[in-house]
T-cell receptor, first 114, second 109 residues
Framework: DTGVSQDPRHKITKRGQNVTFRCDPISEHNRLYWYRQTLGQGPEFLTYFQNEAQLEKSRLLSDRFSAERPKGSFSTLEIQRTEQGDSAMYLC????????????FGQGTRLTVV | QQPVQSPQAVILREGEDAVINCSSSKALYSVHWYRQKHGEAPVFLMILLKGGEQKGHEKISASFNEKKQQSSLYLTASQLSYSGTYFCGTEGGDYKLSFGAGTTVTVRA
């Protein structure tokens, strides 16, 4: 296992379209996080999972955003009716709660809404 | 809640030292430090756990004051490779990991 994998790496979409991103965590990691990052800012927390359970979703996140982690493996983040303000890098990170507790980040999906 | 980092930016010459601070308004279980270079994902540097345990980078050190809910990252004898944006991440007992806005470090020859 080589790390956290995100797909696609880049996505250009028209305003109003729906998009879905995928994250494959490191296999033994039961915690998975989604963040959004814009230029010059830190990763902004969106949501996180323990196994398949979604533990928290940011109150700043509109109802257009939804995330799932079926069977506690890969996760998807969907944005419905995209807006230009959704343009950002979407980062996924995973970690285990035992042993080495640091989070490992994927390379991210860069979304551009035109 | 998002931790607060200071300074926002620092410029160093090779060999100089710098300190980056991170503070939180909530009780902390751990503090994580990451470095991100332009166009890349954040890379883990160090984690400081409640109770004093530390794991991380050989040439970068950090401290964690649990009572004050603060952490500091010490860049000693900086190298060109230290350039990047440094983020602190904080978590309480719920494993929610929140990041600060970052400190941009530029090391010049």
């Amino acid at each position: 296992d080589t790390g956290v994998s995100q797909d696609p790496r880049h996505k250009i979409t028209k305003r109003g379209q729906n998009v879905t991103f995928r994250c494959d965590p490191i296999s033994e990691h039961n915690r998975l996080y989604w963040y959004r990052q814009t230029l010059g800012q830190g990763p902004e927390f969106l949501t996180y999972f323990q196994n398949e359970a979604q533990l928290e979703k940011s109150r700043l996140l509109s109802d257009r955003f939804s995330a799932e982690r079926p069977k506690g493996s890969f996760s998807t983040l969907e944005i419905q009716r995209t807006e230009q303000g959704d343009s950002a890098m979407y980062l996924c990170a995973s970690r285990t709660v035992s042993g080495v507790p640091e989070a490992f980040f994927g390379q991210g999906t860069r979304l551009t809404v035109v | 809640q998002q931790p607060v980092q200071s300074p926002q930016a620092v410029i160093l010459r090779e060999g100089e030292d710098a300190v980056i601070n991170c503070s939180s308004s909530k009780a902390l279980y751990s503090v994580h430090w990451y470095r991100q270079k332009h166009g890349e994902a954040p890379v883990f540097l160090m984690i400081l756990l409640k109770g004093g345990e530390q794991k991380g980078h050989e040439k970068i050190s950090a401290s964690f004051n649990e009572k004050k809910q603060q952490s500091s990252l010490y860049l000693t004898a900086s190298q060109l490779s230290y350039s990047g944006t440094y983020f602190c991440g904080t978590e309480g007992g719920d494993y929610k990991l929140s990041f600060g806005a970052g400190t941009t470090v530029t090391v010049r020859a």
